[in-house]
């Protein structure tokens, strides 16, 4: 049975399920997603319209992204195949959809149409409301038997266990997905902004606004996990998705128009024909033949299309762009960071042990790598970071022993940084999960020792896990010469001078045994 806060209509993840593993926890997710969309299309089944059709294909789409961005880390029981059945569902009900935004913008625009002009929008109006009422049938025909099919098979393959992993293997936190997750979307849709060439550039604003929903529903489900940032950053990307949307839609309607004129003057060019056959070559007889009221009132709302589509890509580079693109790509550092950061629960007590070296079939995973410098003054000494993981680069700054920090930009951080030299330190970082406690192991410098670290409310769930044991040299928990600050003036001088900060060159091999307690 799926938690209640995983089948509410937000599927809302808590702290506690940021813990589970990975694949655990992207298969309740999607199971939610799933559920939630059957529930749609009963909805659509029930009641055919434009708010049950929208709502239907919402939850279509964010159950393909969810399941392109979390199905990797279920193995090989949910393959690419479900997800291509579900986007050619999609593209089923897309016409319909264009339909009922093309229809709800023409009956605006007819209002503001003199009635010559109008007769143009009355013949459209006709031919796309005929074409919106023939797609709800299908949507309600073939599409739903089609997606009922796919999704058998998808709850069958979600449900079905994985295969044993490889000895050794360990599975990071649902965290650490998600917060890939969040680097690896935010990074793609602000390249896809600064890749973005003009109102015209349609493909890619099309492209632009569909990584917005997918960063977008990779963070909604963190907005019950105590991470104010989150609410800001939907809100941002849903500011982004409309401003966006705004221009597909006057392109879908500029196409409808565009097919409707090319008809039209087929249809005249046919009629004339048709006069000249039958003997009426008179100027004044073609001349009628060829006037038609449909194609002026077509082209007045051909132009006024392209001043929307204009109109809001001036929106987009005039206020959003300047005002929020920074705002939202520190937004998402920030969530990425707190959620590579271990959980600190009311209570919770930090454990720290010193290891030999990395675990078997830990150093294979990608790290995050951490440079944290000590700013000159008085206790607690200020620090500023630079954070490379998922995404984009970070830049944080925090005081003393606080294992975050506030977001700072790069260049505030090339200010502040110089002044820390002598007082550095690398770390490169991996995180495994045990039972509900999630441990980060943190490699010093190139080859250096590693310090194993894990914050717990309860004593027995900081036991060490099974996996580190046989490298363990000693608890470190109360030695302070095994605490950041103190822990970066005990690193060697690096070989040749340079910067204190690089990471040992190959061959500089600290051994973690002669790490002596401190006197």
């Known amino acids: 049975m799926l938690p209640a806060h995983l089948r509410d209509i937000g599927m809302r993840v808590t702290s506690r399920e940021l813990e589970l593993p990975s694949s655990q926890a992207s298969r309740q997710l999607l199971r939610s997603a799933l559920r939630r969309t059957t529930r749609a299309l009963e909805e659509l089944e029930a009641r055919a319209g434009e708010e049950a059709l929208h709502d239907f294909r919402v939850w279509l789409r964010r159950l393909r992204s969810l399941l392109r961005m979390f199905g990797p880390s279920l193995g090989t029981s949910v393959r690419k195949k479900h997800e291509r059945g579900l986007k050619a569902i999609g593209a089923a009900t897309s016409g319909t959809r264009d339909a009922e935004v093309q229809v709800e913008w023409l009956l605006a625009e007819r209002q503001r149409l003199p009635p010559r002009d109008a007769v143009g929008v009355d013949w459209l109006l006709s031919r796309l409301e005929r ?39 360990v599975e990071a936190p649902f965290r650490a997905l998600l917060a890939r997750a969040v680097g690896e979307r935010t990074a793609e849709l602000l390249a896809a902004l600064d890749a973005t060439n003009g109102p015209r550039d349609l493909g890619q604003i099309h492209r632009t606004r569909i990584l917005a929903k997918q960063l977008r529903y990779v963070l909604e489900p963190l907005r019950g996990a105590e991470r104010p940032a989150v609410a800001g950053a939907v809100s941002v990307l849903k500011e982004l998705q409309d401003l966006l949307g705004e221009i597909r839609d006057a392109q879908v309607v500029g196409d409808a128009i565009a097919t409707a004129l090319v008809e039209l003057a087929a249809e005249r060019a046919r009629r004339a024909h048709e006069a000249i056959q039958a003997g009426a070559m008179g100027g004044r007889i073609l001349r009628l033949m060829t006037r038609d009221a449909r194609t002026r009132g077509l082209m007045v709302l051909d132009r006024r299309a392209t001043e929307r589509t204009h109109a809001a890509y001036a929106r987009l580079a005039r206020e959003w762009l300047p005002s929020h693109r920074g705002e939202l790509e520190w937004t998402a550092a920030i969530v990425a960071g707190s959620l590579l950061s271990p959980p600190t629960a009311p209570g919770a007590t930090l454990r720290r042990f010193l290891l030999m070296r990395l675990p078997d079939g830990v150093a294979d995973t990608a790290p995050l790598k951490l440079e944290t410098g000590w700013l000159p003054g008085p206790p607690p000494r200020a620090w500023v970071a630079r954070i490379d993981g998922p995404g984009p680069t970070r830049y944080l700054r925090g005081r003393g022993d606080a294992a975050r920090g506030l977001a700072i ?23 495994i999960a045990r039972g509900r406690s999630t441990w980060t192991l943190d490699l010093l410098g190139h080859g250096g020792p590693v310090l194993a670290e894990t914050r717990s409310a309860e004593e027995g769930e900081a036991a060490l896990p099974k996996l580190l044991r046989p490298l363990l040299v000693r608890e470190v928990t109360d030695e302070d010469g095994y605490r950041g600050e103190r822990l970066a003036a005990r690193r060697r001088p690096h070989p040749q001078g340079g910067d204190p900060l690089a990471d040992d060159p190959p061959g500089v091999v600290e051994d973690p045994t002669a790490w002596k307690r401190p006197a």
Not at 139 to 168: C, D, T, Y
Not at 417 to 425: A, F, I, M, N
């Open 131 to 169: 074409a919106r009422d023939e797609g709800f049938h299908d949507v309600s025909g073939k599409a739903s038997s089609n997606f009922r099919r796919v999704a058998r098979r998808l709850e069958r393959a979600l449900r079905r266990p994985m295969g044993q992993r490889a000895s050794g293997a």
């Open 409 to 431: 930009t790069a260049a505030r951080f090339a200010t502040l940084w110089p002044q820390t030299v002598g007082h550095r330190l690398v770390k490169h970082r991996r995180f």
